[in-house]
């Protein structure tokens, strides 16, 4: 069973194109999914960032407060350090631990935002980018998240630019209004199987 590694900037479409992939009969982990719910549940990650930032980050209810610790961490580069040093190595382990129920797949895919910045890229068989125009992705969140366009260019310039990215990528699904995105995952799925391997 091959791990692909799949990844876009914010407003990109990861997860529209990710259910295309799950019509496909693909099992899909979503990193970012995963590391809200072990921050909200996993008692040993919860108390290290309580240590890290103090009990207030954390709702009466127990849930983190995402709002709080993001302006925390937003222009703090050691205390972003930190979380993901807390984060990223839980949500790999639940990835490993998930893979092993679809062992007999041909692949499943991995994704989250920031693949390649978070170093993990390498331990995938493959990774694919999902690619838009800026202007595109701008647009979606400010309907999705009803951000202002400054705060998503912000988080735009926090992310490796695509042009970087592409050299890192294996494989580039183009999501703009030019290109139909379901016969280029259809297309990239096929390839992928072929052979249940990817040579």
């Known amino acids: 069973m091959n791990k692909i590694g799949i990844t876009g900037g914010i407003g990109s479409g990861k997860t529209t194109v990710c259910e295309i ?11 970012d999914d995963e590391a809200k719910n072990l921050q909200n549940n996993d008692p040993q990650i919860k108390n290290l ?12 209810d127990g849930t983190l407060d995402r709002k709080k610790l993001a302006g925390l961490i937003f222009n703090n580069t050691k205390a972003l350090a930190k979380v993901n040093a ?38 995938f068989d493959k990774n694919i980018l999902i690619l838009a125009d800026e202007k595109d992705q701008i647009e979606r969140v400010i309907k999705r998240d009803h951000l202002s366009e400054a705060q998503i260019r912000q988080r735009i310039k926090n992310q490796i630019p695509d042009i ?16 139909l995105l379901f016969p280029q995952v259809i297309e990239l799925d096929k390839l992928i199987r072929k052979d249940g391997k990817i040579r």
């Open 21 to 31: 992939f799950k019509l496909l009969g693909v099992a899909v982990f979503h990193a």
């Open 49 to 60: 960032l309580i240590e890290l930032f103090g009990g207030h980050i954390y709702s009466t």
């Open 164 to 179: 970087q990215k592409i050299k890192l990528a294996d494989y580039t699904i183009v999501n703009n209004n030019e290109k």
């Open 86 to 123: 807390i984060i990223h190595p839980a949500v790999r382990q639940s990835f490993l631990k998930w893979a092993e129920n679809h062992r007999e797949a041909p692949y499943v895919l991995y994704e989250a935002a920031i693949l390649f910045e978070s170093g993990y890229a390498s331990d």
